[in-house]
């Protein structure tokens, strides 16, 4: 009898075990060698045992046609726990790629409106103002650190992908993301409708004392709009933020409030500041606060940090500098809020004197009633100034598609300018309910719902992988366990490396202590937001 042959010595090709996502970047392959020959096909039950040999190390296959575009992720909600990179990336954003300086615009001037400029109007004592202004500056930055966080957790920086995957991730939920999805972008619309129409009645309030009204206030209103309205229309032509219109404009609007600034501080020093009637309806609480906090509002927080990430920078070793840091620009544009804030909060808690003034000083002081009208007119401008920004961001309307691709113009920017038009015409009453709708869903959109999709994200929901990918890996056995028969049902891509789950518990628990102080500050800025919510509606409803 012939000995049988003796086995062949040579190393087989690696087997390749494929990847469930292969059009996804930086996924891992695992290849394994064994120290016998395959003859038999890929997925015989050969091939699978002899991946489990303990000797077969692990290495690292790249893509030969790897994508390095770090900044581009697919609209993957409908997938379970996916294999992501552990490089962020921008999908999309609703705000073009925006340089550092930009970014620090649009972040510093939501701050340095209505709110700021009503805070005059308050009248707090220096304890409660003084207090309330760090307080909601305090709570305003936690906000967007909290959207920072959030979008760097789920590597989605957009409203709308945060909301589906707290609310519709995985699969079988179709309509209920359809639902949300038209839910977030009404909401933001109608926030932004409303916003620009407050702005717009608000400038021309601020005005109409100082116009003559023989032909009537409602005819003195509807002939001031008309101009103001056309100014608002051409700057709001833009396509985008990165307009020359709308950056230009928003720069000058940071000029006429550091102007107005130092008209109510000359006024003040002559004694010549007087205080008006606040725009919020209601009792002393619900504007002292609600005038404070609104002041810190802001919006765009998630498609800016986007806009920030998205912009191309040359590949280097060197550390990135801080000013390419959305943290450091959002500190920054809080902390340069405050000082800005901080002239109207002391002077509202200290009245005005008249002041001794020498021979020479009223020939330089302008008139009271000229220190008025340069006053109104640099805070109107500063409204005014203050709309295109959020005309430019507002989603468009769901117009037949038929209509939008044959107009020879923007319909739905005309619509929505047109609707905010309106609403700056209403009568009083109608206003006055606008107005109490507005602080309420801008604060709720500002304090609560970061608070809230945070804790709803990383308290009620399983965390995220860190290094374990969505594909199982193949679990090596000990040198104790190869002598061992194989179990019958037991799957080699069923369990994880052992090694690997080490890994990934102890990123898990190191991500938690490092994330525990921000989830006490979200249970804070919730439970702040909803007593807010709670005292205003019962200080409107006592008013009532």
């Known amino acids: 009898m012939a000995a049988p042959p003796a086995p ?5 090709s690696a087997l390749i075990m494929p990847s469930d996502d292969d059009d996804r970047t930086h996924n891992r392959r695992l290849s394994t060698s064994s120290s ?12 699978a ?13 790249h893509e030969p046609d790897e994508d390095d575009t770090p900044f581009d992720f697919s609209d993957d909600e409908d997938q379970g726990d996916e294999l992501v990179s552990p490089i962020f ?19 510093l001037t939501p701050y340095l409106k209505l709110g700021a400029l009503s805070i005059i109007n308050a009248q707090l004592p220096l304890k409660y103002g003084l207090s309330s202004l760090l307080v909601f500056a305090a709570l305003s930055a936690l906000a967007r650190q909290l959207w920072y966080m959030l979008a760097r957790y789920l590597r989605k920086a957009d409203l709308t992908d945060i909301v589906l995957d707290a609310f519709a991730k995985g699969r079988g ?3 209920r993301r359809e639902i949300l999805r038209y839910v977030v972008r009404a909401g933001t619309g109608l926030l932004s409708v409303l916003t620009a129409s407050m702005y717009l009645r608000q400038s021309i309030d601020i005005l109409l004392p100082f116009i003559s009204t023989k032909l009537g206030p409602h005819i003195t209103r509807l002939i001031l709009t008309i101009p103001f309205a056309l100014v608002v229309s051409y700057l709001s032509s833009a396509e985008t933020l990165a307009s020359k219109k709308v950056v230009y404009a928003n720069w000058l609007s940071i000029g006429t409030y550091l102007s107005w600034l130092c ?11 007087g205080t008006g009637a606040s725009w919020i309806a209601g009792g002393k609480f619900w504007q002292v606060t609600s005038t404070i906090s609104f002041a810190f509002c802001a919006s765009s927080t998630l498609p800016l940090y986007a806009s920030l990430k998205s912009v191309p920078y040359q590949i280097t070793t060197a550390k990135t500098p801080r000013s390419r840091s959305f943290r450091v620009l959002s500190l920054f544009a809080v902390v340069t809020a405050v000082l800005l804030l901080l002239p109207p909060v002391l002077f509202a808690a200290f009245p005005s004197t008249p002041a001794t003034m020498s021979p020479l000083l009223p020939q330089v002081i302008p008139t009271p009633h000229t220190l008025q009208i340069i006053s109104a007119s640099l805070s109107s401008a500063t409204l005014i100034l203050g709309i295109p920004a959020l005309i430019v961001t507002t989603p468009a309307l769901p117009l037949p598609e038929r209509i939008a691709r044959t107009a020879i113009f923007n319909i739905s920017r005309t619509l929505i300018l047109t609707i905010v038009v309106l609403l700056a015409l209403s009568p009083p009453d109608a206003s006055t309910l606008l107005n109490i709708v507005l602080v309420v869903m801008t604060l709720t959109s500002t304090y609560f719902l970061p ?21 199982p890996l193949l679990q090596t056995p000990s040198h104790s366990q190869t002598s061992l028969p194989p179990m019958p049902n037991a799957s080699p891509r069923a369990v994880h490396d052992d090694l690997l789950l080490r890994k990934e518990r102890a990123l898990q628990k190191r991500q938690f202590r490092k994330r525990i102080v921000w989830d006490v500050g979200a249970w804070v800025l919730l439970g702040a937001s909803v007593t807010w919510v709670a005292g205003a509606v019962c200080d409107v409803l006592g008013m009532w």
């Open 8 to 12: 062949s010595r040579t190393r087989p």
């Open 36 to 47: 016998g020959s395959f003859a038999s096909a890929p997925n015989s039950p050969t091939a």
């Open 49 to 61: 045992l002899s991946a489990l040999d303990s000797s077969a190390p692990l290495i690292l296959v």
């Open 89 to 107: 990336e921008i999908r999309k954003a609703s705000i073009p790629p925006l340089p550092p300086s930009i970014v620090f615009l649009y972040l």
């Open 173 to 175: 939920k179709d309509r």
């Open 263 to 273: 008209c109510i501080s000359i006024a003040r020093s002559q004694g010549l500041l």
């Open 451 to 471: 608070a809230f999709f945070h804790i709803s994200i990383h308290i009620f929901k399983r965390p995220l992988a860190i290094v374990v990918p969505r594909t």
